[in-house]
């Protein structure tokens, strides 16, 4: 349905000077005197009034279809075909056709008649029906304003269709999910469904943006049914100097201290020369589950999935599903009569959850001819692991798995830092070590990786859930050249970063990666851009460490985030 936006109404005579009776007076005149133009109507462009017109097809169709039947009476009788017609007979076919087709088209400018009068006309009727009310419930008579505030109308729906949009949205008529396709207009159908949501729950969503974001961009590949978007600062560390290069790292936080105390490690880094990295592994991973009758059949799948004599003939199959995605390995476990398939792939820049799953697909598929008692019965059985803390992903890896390491001279240490090599060794081999053991952590043997990480994953545009096993990360330090340098260094093995796809297509997002200078794939080294980010995460996690426990051992913790992470405002008197 077409619901394209009306120009704005003649503004409205403003009230005489005269009492309610004067009004009312020069209402009547101006209503007798000069009558709105009539609404246009489909039927306008017929040759002949519509009663006239639907006569005539009336009358063609049920005479020419009482001639037809009778015809094909006598031929039935007479045996004759009925695929054998004369030329009267070609005729009154085709005037039954014709008048069908009217007949159907009738209702639809029944239609498009009642519609266009509501859209055109009934609204302003309806809007000066409900004024010309309350003028007369009232005993005193307001002017009608002038000019309308600008702010007022960024609050108020724009045209009555609008208002007739919200109610069926309030009412069910009309599905929420539904109004993008209905409309249109993206930006309209979020403010739409902004204000039946108000209207639902009575609550007031002023301070959410609505204006200002481009929802076109988000549309079948984002997020469902948006009604603003939220506001988050991004704040820049750096310059990071990692493997000879400089990067001004964006981090997206409301943590107030974060930006700072990473700025400061790789203030640090880069007065001892800079940072080094190693990328490990680079794989996605997918492990469907799948079920057979007994123990038997499932090691049967599993001895053949295992074996390297078939490894090529699957990664032909897998391979299908893209041109940037390489199947690498295939390891499987069993429980009971349950089957987990670990697919590792390459995934270019993408991140590439949805590349290796339809790879995987294609192999069930394929594994269906051979093995018909399989019973699939997930793409997905949790082994992968994705999204949760597992202790696959950090013996095993999944994405990018990276190395990062530095070596501080000790007047760094204690002129950047504030601090002394021994101080830091000691709190990282306690806190890091031996504390995440007795509380059983599993892959959270730093100190607050996953800040650093969730602040540049919502800067760039990544998965925030895979911030999980992300922040996957193992923090190491030593004193080395005779205690009086420190040598530290983070283990991350589990980065699930990409460069194109998902929200690193939004504008915002872009730019951060712009930033970074690894926008979207590169052309010449499929995959080179995810891997640089990769790495450059962990540089940032190494600084971010590097910083916060040199502020523990110099007792400044507490004193900085009162400084820097407590807001002056009285909340109350906050809007």
Not at 33 to 44: C, F, H, T, V, W
Request: net charge neutral; with cysteine; aromatic share 6%.
């Amino acid at each position: 349905m077409d619901v394209r936006r009306r120009p704005p109404k003649p503004p409205l005579p403003s009230a005489p000077r005269g009492g309610p009776s004067d009004l009312r007076d020069e209402r009547r005149s101006s209503t007798s005197s000069s009558r709105p133009l009539e609404p246009p109507k489909a039927s306008d462009a017929l040759p002949l009034p519509l009663y006239l017109t639907n006569a005539v097809f009336f009358t063609l169709f049920f005479s020419v279809a009482y001639y037809l039947l009778h015809r094909w009476r006598d031929k039935i009788r007479d045996s004759v075909p009925l695929h054998v017609v004369t030329l009267p007979e070609i005729a009154a076919i085709v005037s039954l056709m014709a008048s069908f087709i009217y007949l159907l088209g009738f209702f639809g400018i029944g239609f498009v008649q009642s519609f266009i009068a509501r859209a055109s006309h009934d609204a302003w009727e309806d809007l000066d029906d409900d004024v010309n009310r309350g003028f007369g419930c009232m005993d005193i008579v307001a002017p009608l304003p002038q000019r309308v505030d600008p702010e007022r109308v960024i609050s108020a729906l724009s045209s009555s269709e609008d208002e007739e949009i919200v109610k069926s949205v309030v009412d069910g008529a009309i599905p929420s999910y539904s109004l993008e396709s209905k409309l249109g207009d993206c930006r309209r159908a979020a403010f739409i469904r902004r204000e039946a949501l108000q209207r639902t729950t009575g609550r007031s969503l002023t301070g959410l943006p609505l204006e200002g974001f481009d929802y076109e961009s988000i549309l079948g590949q984002c997020c469902e049914m948006p009604v603003g978007y939220v506001q988050i600062p991004v704040g820049v560390a750096g310059p990071l100097l990692l493997d000879g290069f400089e990067y001004y790292v964006p981090m997206a936080t409301t943590e107030g201290c974060l930006v700072a105390s990473t700025n400061r490690g790789c203030k640090a880094i880069y007065a001892s020369g800079g940072a080094r990295s190693v990328l490990l592994r680079d794989g996605m991973t997918r492990a469907p589950v799948v079920r057979f009758g007994d123990v038997k059949r499932a090691s049967e799948l599993k001895f053949f999935l295992e074996d390297p004599i078939n490894f090529d003939t699957l990664a032909l199959v897998f391979n299908r599903s893209s041109r940037f995605a390489r199947l690498q390995s295939i390891k499987c476990s069993i429980a009971g009569k349950n089957l987990y398939m670990r697919f590792t792939c390459s995934t270019g820049d993408a991140m590439g959850m949805n590349m290796v799953s339809k790879g995987v697909q294609n192999v069930l598929d394929f594994l269906q001819n051979d093995f018909p008692d399989m019973d699939v019965i997930g793409i997905s059985g949790n082994s992968c692991s994705d999204k949760k803390p597992a202790a696959v992903n950090w013996i095993e890896g999944r994405g990018k798995s990276v190395v990062c390491e530095a070596l501080l001279k000790e007047d760094v240490v204690k002129q950047v830092l504030k601090t002394n090599v021994a101080a830091l060794v000691e709190l990282n081999m306690l806190k890091n070590l031996t504390g995440s053991a007795v509380a059983g952590a599993l892959g959270g043997f730093n100190a607050h990786a996953s800040n650093t990480v969730s602040a540049i994953f919502i800067a760039t545009g990544q998965d925030p859930a895979q911030n999980v096993e992300s922040s996957h990360c193992i923090t190491m330090m030593e004193a080395v050249n005779e205690g009086r340098d420190l040598h530290i260094s983070v283990t991350m093995p589990s980065i699930e970063v990409g460069t194109v796809g998902g929200g690193t297509q939004l504008a915002s997002q872009s730019a951060c990666l712009n930033m970074l200078g690894v926008k979207g794939a590169s052309k010449e080294f499929p995959g080179a851009n995810a891997r640089l980010l990769a790495t450059i995460v962990a540089g940032s996690v190494l600084a971010a460490e590097l910083s916060l426990l040199s502020a523990i051992t110099a007792g400044q913790l507490v004193k900085s985030h009162m400084k820097y992470n407590r807001s002056s405002r009285d909340v109350t008197k906050v809007c």
